[in-house]
């Protein structure tokens, strides 16, 4: 969890959010939530915005 804090700047709760509504992969292991690197950064793939083109 805190790798993934770091890697998006979204706080811990906003995680927790995206885990519990499905936007995101992960896995209790013992007492931590392990966040899927592969889920987390397609999430933010498809939340980039696309360079406007200049016409």
């Known amino acids: 969890m805190p790798d993934a804090v770091r890697m998006t700047?979204?706080?811990k709760s906003k995680i927790y959010q995206l885990i519990a509504s499905g936007d995101i992969e992960a896995a209790k292991v013992g007492r931590a939530t392990v966040v899927f690197v592969d889920s987390l950064?397609?999430?933010l793939r498809s939340h980039c915005?696309?360079?406007r083109?200049?016409?």
């Open 9 to 11: 700047g979204l706080s």
């Open 41 to 43: 950064r397609s999430f």
């Open 49 to 51: 915005k696309q360079p």
């Open 53 to 55: 083109s200049r016409a």
